[in-house]
């Protein structure tokens, strides 16, 4: 494994963007609980991968806290009540992804008091196995809050070489998005105490927490939560250059190590984790409170909004409500996105429902979206290669899928793409650029799955045709086997006969013998 | 006379040599069968349905390879499988031959489990081993091994058997292409 100190030099990752910020107009309010609305929607698929199985029936009643699904592996994620309520269906309702869809969600009707039951706590976290401590982030539904909603379990263990540091990412570095920000400023210590937790959870002995290079006021904070704990490994603040995207998961690596992740690797692979300040921040509330990921901080801001700010959110509340609350749009809203302005979704509909991964709401009016530019063929100016991050060959990548040549688009990596936009916003010719690339991803997707069905699907065929030729040949063999003692028995009655026959006559050559004797 | 001996030996030496080789070579350079049937079958859908004509779809593959069956005989591969087979196979391609059936977009089978009878019939027809239970049980289809043949679907005494589309994975749609060529006026003077 290669040698690297962690965060001692940093390094660069290539092209990037240096954008305006944008972060201060949602940050200058506290952070403020969002109201609760009269329904929430939980998807019961809270991230891509599978769901868990539902626990709960149209008419039960739940506090908060209380499990809605259960979790059969380390890549499902359980939900729980964000409050005390009734459920009042099993009902589809639209959601994030995929876009414009619709997902099957527990709709639950709160009842106003807001009960909760914590969830089982260890009396002293230190105590506890690697395992148990998993164990019990997998039960209170942990997953990447940054966005990802990757299951957290999933990242802890698994068939990799062991964790030597954990990264804590708080360097966010898109436009607008504050929620990381104002929980750093808010709760230095919950991240420094769930940051103990991961470290003992991973085994890893070294602990940097990345924030970016104006966040003073965050730095002070995080250092004197780090020094009122004795904790078990260093913890470490370093200040990272903000240039967008370096609060991808990779370009951050390899700032602070200089490596990159392998290609079809894993952070693990270099013996590095790397986690959301917030759900460090939640790995706490799971282990202190008992107080499952019911909850998250959502920034709502965008030209479009009347007054920007960052709320406490439980889980389930319609977008629209959030809107509300902060005062409702400044006008007519031309586009509303999940994310960032670069690498955010559109969303459909303003009843999407707030999940784990919702960081940031939008509100864009018609003159903030570019959209009416036309797009014109591209001119070879090489910005794209120029500013992106994963050293791709974006009007490469282009030229393929456009001509539905999606294998060499594979080639050329398409895969390392992280659909981080910048691209798109230097391309002079205003090409949709990661549009399709997501098209072609998805694509290639679907034919491995095709291709894989059509695989399992020889497979069973042929072992099928190999069983029916077996039972045909066993039954072929059993014919004959018949046939065969049915002919040595014919054979033997023959020579019975033939046997009597003989004796008969050579009895009645005896008595005629006799007979002559006796003449 | 003994020159004229050795010139004959060392010419029909020579002679058997050649022949030798050429054997070996015309060996080695024919086709192997195995591997053409082997292609073929990997460019053709794995439905196992039989609207070709043959049994499932390596038997229409070893069909093709000698040279009987003809490429246009296959409803679920379509169009784009008929043009890969004229491709691996450097032949023109041609339409599909629309008595066998018409493609259809991808579908899985259903059991109405409160209908069925346990006949196990089913069982028997399905090319894929995609239907489980046991005589005079309720029968299930195991979705992710069910290629949507609907084999099973004549023998079923009940008829309690749907073919149902299968959901198909969220694609992010196409945007829009540019014009790949700038238009250029022509100007007549
Ligand atoms: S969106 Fe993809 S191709 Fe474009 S700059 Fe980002 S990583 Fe590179
Ligand atoms: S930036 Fe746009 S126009 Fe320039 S090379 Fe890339 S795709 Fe082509
Ligand atoms: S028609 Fe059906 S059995 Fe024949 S090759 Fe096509 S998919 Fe296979
Ligand atoms: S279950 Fe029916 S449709 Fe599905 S593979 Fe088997 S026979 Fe074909
Ligand atoms: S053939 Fe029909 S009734 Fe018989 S076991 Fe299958 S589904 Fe049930």
């Known amino acids: 494994m290669a040698e690297f100190e962690l965060g001692r030099h940093l390094y660069r990752f290539p092209g990037g963007l240096k954008l305006r910020h944008h972060k201060q107009i949602a940050c200058r309010d506290p952070l403020t609980p969002a109201p609760l609305p009269e329904r929430l929607w939980l998807p019961l698929a809270q991230h891509q991968g599978p769901a868990g199985e539902c626990l709960v029936e149209p008419g039960d009643r739940v506090v908060g806290g209380q499990p809605l699904t259960r979790a059969r592996s380390d890549r499902e994620v359980p939900i729980h009540a964000p409050t005390s309520g009734t459920v009042e269906a099993l009902r589809d309702g639209p959601v994030s992804w995929p876009p414009g869809g619709q997902a099957r969600c527990i709709v639950l009707i709160p009842d106003g008091e807001d009960r909760f039951e914590p969830l089982d706590v260890p009396e002293d976290w230190t105590y506890e196995s690697t395992d148990a401590l998993i164990e019990r982030l997998r039960a209170g539904g942990l997953a990447g809050l940054g966005g990802a909603v990757f299951p957290t379990a999933a990242k802890l263990r698994g068939e990799f070489p062991p964790i030597r540091a954990l990264i804590l990412n708080g360097s966010e570095c898109e436009p607008y998005i504050s929620c990381d920000e104002m929980l750093m400023r808010s709760r230095p210590e919950a991240i420094i105490e769930g940051a103990r937790m991961l470290a003992r959870a991973t085994g890893a002995d070294d602990v940097v927490i990345a924030i970016e290079d104006q966040m003073g006021e965050v730095r002070k904070r995080l250092n004197a939560a780090i020094r009122a704990v004795d904790a078990e490994a260093p913890i470490r603040v370093v200040q990272v250059t903000t240039i967008y995207p370096e609060g991808g998961e990779k370009q951050l690596i390899q700032v602070l190590t200089g490596q990159e992740v392998p290609h079809d690797g894993l952070p693990q692979d270099l013996g590095l984790v790397c986690l959301n300040v917030a759900t460090a921040a939640a790995a706490r509330d799971i282990l202190i409170d008992g107080r499952p990921v019911i909850e998250r901080i959502v920034t709502v801001s965008g030209p479009g909004i009347r007054h920007p700010r960052n709320f406490v959110v439980r889980l389930g509340t319609p977008i629209a409500g959030l809107i509300a609350a902060a005062d409702g749009t400044t006008g007519a809203i031309d586009r509303l996105v999940l994310g960032g302005p670069m690498s955010g979704l559109p969303l459909a509909s303003d009843r999407i429902p707030i999940t784990k991964g919702s960081n940031c709401i939008l509100a864009l009016r018609p003159e903030d979206t570019a959209r009416e530019q036309p797009v014109m063929p591209c001119i070879n100016c090489g910005e794209c290669i120029r500013v992106c991050p994963a050293s791709l060959l974006p009007q490469m990548l282009y030229k393929h899928l456009v001509a539905d040549d999606f294998d060499t688009a594979r080639e050329l990596n398409l895969f390392d793409c992280i659909e981080c936009g910048c691209c798109a916003h230097v391309c002079p010719s205003h090409i949709p650029l990661v549009d399709h690339y997501r098209h072609g991803k998805g694509v290639l997707r679907e034919r491995g799955i095709e291709d894989a069905r059509a695989a399992r699907a020889k497979a069973r065929f042929e072992a099928r045709e190999a069983r029916l030729a077996e039972r045909e040949a066993a039954r072929r063999e059993q014919r004959e086997a018949r046939e065969r003692r049915l002919k040595d028995a014919d054979r033997a009655q023959d020579e019975v006969r033939a046997a009597i026959e003989r004796a008969r006559a050579r009895a009645q050559k005896d008595t005629g013998d006799a007979g002559d004797n006796d003449a | ?189």
């Open chain 2, 1 to 189: 006379m003994s020159g004229v001996l050795t010139a004959l030996v060392v010419l029909l030496a020579l002679l058997l040599g050649i022949g030798l080789v050429l054997r070996i070579g015309a060996k080695r350079l024919a086709p192997d069968e195995d591997s053409v049937v082997e292609r073929i079958n990997a460019v053709l859908p794995q439905t196992q349905c039989a609207q070709c004509g043959y049994p499932g779809c390596r038997p229409y593959a070893e069909a093709i390879a000698r040279g009987e069956a003809d490429i246009n005989q296959c409803p679920p591969g379509g169009e784009t499988g008929v043009r890969e087979l004229a491709e691996l196979l450097g032949r023109e391609p041609k339409p599909l031959d629309a008595e066998r059936g018409e493609t259809k977009p991808p579908q899985v089978a259903l059991i109405d489990e409160d209908r069925c009878i346990g006949c196990t019939l089913c069982i028997q027809a399905c090319p894929v081993d995609a239907i489980v239970g046991a005589a005079r049980r309720m029968h299930t289809v195991i979705e992710a091994d069910c290629t949507g043949c609907e084999l099973c679907l004549p023998p079923c005494p009940v008829d309690c058997i749907d073919l149902v589309p299968r959901p198909a994975p969220f694609i992010w749609p196409e945007p829009d292409a540019p014009r790949r060529s700038i238009p250029i006026e022509v100007r007549h003077g």
